[in-house]
């Protein structure tokens, strides 16, 4: 073995330790600060929903899924219920002004809203930290709330109920 | 994802399933890779050719690796997904060195061999981290017999001093020994001491946090509530009277502070825990000659009589010789002489890979633990259930702590002790209790990722 070869080996190892950790740091980047790109993005191309500009759009599809509160499953509240009657907005968040608080170290705190559009309620990411999850996926564009679907924000997850 | 690299994908794995056994699989490859890598160098650098030997020394760890993953996979899905190839890589790493010290042994011609030990006792040692997660899927089982975990450790403790069995190695009596098997069961008792005060500080931590009168903006526990610190006070120093080991007891009385800590969330217990520390210490290597002798080699460690006397600073010297001649990027695994420093495949490994690796592998080796710390502490930080969390944290600490302890003994910031480094060092008892803990971090993160879900 020439002197250079043994050289390049014993700088190669060293470096491939430092790669190997150093990819795992951008692991842990990434769930310190969740998928800050795609937020940003998101935020940039979705304008913010409010139930005035929307109540002008005129939406109707004819669903028949008219929900009436907000029933928590899971988390320091569960069982509780939000009457949603009368409401136009409901603004999610560990801020203690929010509609629905929610108490959770991956709660932001101002989180997410939901908007009556329509006959609709349309749930809006607020760019928060950790995301907020529909059905299990995180969403990035404000999505129309379906029957059945629960909504996760940290531990805390929620549905809304007819 | 055609044409990403192995860095670019790792991370995108990662996001599109988090904690995945998937991503632990990729990693886990990549961790074999850098064992041969280690091994092969080390046969280029000692014999100038590479022998199928190396196959021995590489095969038997990666296949339990992978046999434990296939165990993960079936029953904690959800586990994290860093901590296996972390453990992994140390053991791989602690398994070259140690046959880099075999090779120099046989060169020498002598008989000391560790490294087909360490291989069959890190694959035993894998294969029970399997049991542990096999037979204890929910953590919560763990809560039920705090006492019971408690009295065990004090008997585990208390053993390397009962007779026949004990066994007084280097002035520390920390073995029991049963014909050729000898064991280290301090080792096992910091796991069942982490059950017993996560178990104890969740039931009580109420009035260990709330009562109390002000003093000075100071909330001072009421005295029977200082009762337990006391008492564990007492029993730290018991520990180093009978086992003759100031790391071990450092070691449980920090594990025993920082449990209170979380549970109460009372800087004064930190405080006055420091301060029993230090002056016990203190007064201990007054009182006792064997801590005295450590306190004289870390203070003085070049003074002629501290250099020559029996036990004295001549091994943390060759310590600090190995690791400066090592310089930033490392003489090269197999290019050394780390067989010169006594002990190098046990208590100075840190040394030997320091020498071998350099600044810049040491530095490695010790982020690999700040990630294996970090991957337990986020565990206890997002887990549900009080007792789950302090246990976590306890594990992830005694971890943390352990390997602070012996890499400032081995570099000479702190006395030197008996402690073994986590994963790396020759020596079973060490590697079942990591390996087990591992196992236990794996299954609280689990279970906190099924609580969410259901």
Known sequence: ?162 | MSNVSLTQAIPMLLKAVPRSRNFEAVLLFWVAGIHAFALAQIQLAVSQRMSWDMLYYWAPPTISAWILHYVLRKYVLNADGLLLPLAFLLNGLGIAMIYRLDLAEITRGGQDLFAERQVWLSCFAMLIAAIVVRLVRNPLVLRRFPYLAGAAAVVLLLLPAAPVIGRTLNGATLWIAIGDLSFQPGEIAKILLAIFFAGYLVSRKGPLSEIGSRVLGMKIPSAKDLGPILLFWIASIAVLVIQRDLGTSILYFGLFLVMIYTATGRGFYVGIGLVMMVTGALVASRLFGYVGARFDAWLAPFATENYTAQGGSYQLVQGLFGMAHGDVIGAGLGSGFPQLIPLAESDFIFAALGEELGLAGIFAILAIYLLIVYRGLRIANTHQDDFSKLLALGLSFVLGLQVFIVAGGVMGLLPLTGLTTPFLAAGGSALLANWAIIALLMVLSDSSLRRVKE
């Open chain 1, 1 to 162: 073995m020439s002197e250079l070869a043994l050289f390049l080996i014993r700088i190669g190892f060293v470096a491939v330790l430092w790669v190997f950790i150093l990819s795992l740091l951008s692991v842990i980047r990434a769930d310190l600060y969740g998928r800050r790109v795609i937020n940003r993005i998101a935020k940039q191309n979705a304008p913010l929903l409010t139930a005035g500009s929307a109540a002008s759009l005129g939406i109707d599809d004819g669903d028949s899924f008219n929900p009436s509160e907000i029933a928590v499953l899971t988390g320091r509240t569960a069982g509780t219920n939000i009457p949603l009657e009368n409401k136009k907005e409901v603004l999610i968040g560990r801020a203690p002004s929010s509609d629905m608080v929610i108490s959770d170290d991956f709660a932001s705190s101002i989180h997410a809203k939901l908007v009556h559009v329509g006959d609709d309620w349309v749930l809006q990411d607020l760019n928060s930290t950790n995301g907020t999850n529909l059905d299990g996926k995180k969403i990035t564009t404000p999505v129309t709330i379906k029957s059945g679907m629960t909504i996760r924000i940290g531990t805390t997850t929620f549905e809304l109920r007819s």
